[in-house]
Nanobody, 123 residues
Framework: QLQLVESGGGLVQPGGSLRLSCAAS????????IGWFRQAPGKEREGVSC????????FYTDSVNGRFTISRDSDNIPVYLQMNSLKPEDTGVYYC????????????????WGQGTQVTVSS
């Protein structure tokens, strides 16, 4: 069974950092484009970042560009989302997804989704 599992969320003060991980079971992560999405309370889910499966091309939504970094280092280790200089507006449930297309709009449909991890930025 194909599964994605996110981890690394938590409560952090504004200006702090978190690193989210996206791990897979039942398939090899390296063969898939990975996207990170988030959903804040009362808002629609939005694309945060993506990384392609071959050349490692990355895109970020404007609000996180320069603060967040998506990375994948080698075969089938987790894909990470390093989040620095966190702001209260970054609060939400963060999901990783696999099997889409990494494009600037971050609107590609993805085939597989994790359950999400909560990120709360608050003083």
């Amino acid at each position: 069974q194909l599964q994605l599992v996110e981890s690394g969320g938590g409560l952090v003060q504004p200006g702090g950092s978190l690193r989210l991980s996206c791990a897979a079971s039942g398939f090899t992560l390296e063969t898939y484009t990975i996207g990170w999405f988030r959903q804040a309370p009362g808002k629609e889910r939005e694309g945060v970042s993506c990384i392609s499966n071959r050349v490692g091309r990355t895109f970020y939504t404007d609000s996180v560009n320069g603060r967040f970094t998506i990375s994948r280092d080698s075969d089938n280790i987790p894909v990470y989302l390093q989040m620095n200089s966190l702001k209260p507006e970054d609060t939400g449930v963060y999901y990783c997804a696999a099997g889409g297309i990494c494009e600037r709009s971050l609107r590609s449909r993805y085939a597989f989704w994790g359950q999400g991890t909560q990120v709360t930025v608050s003083s």
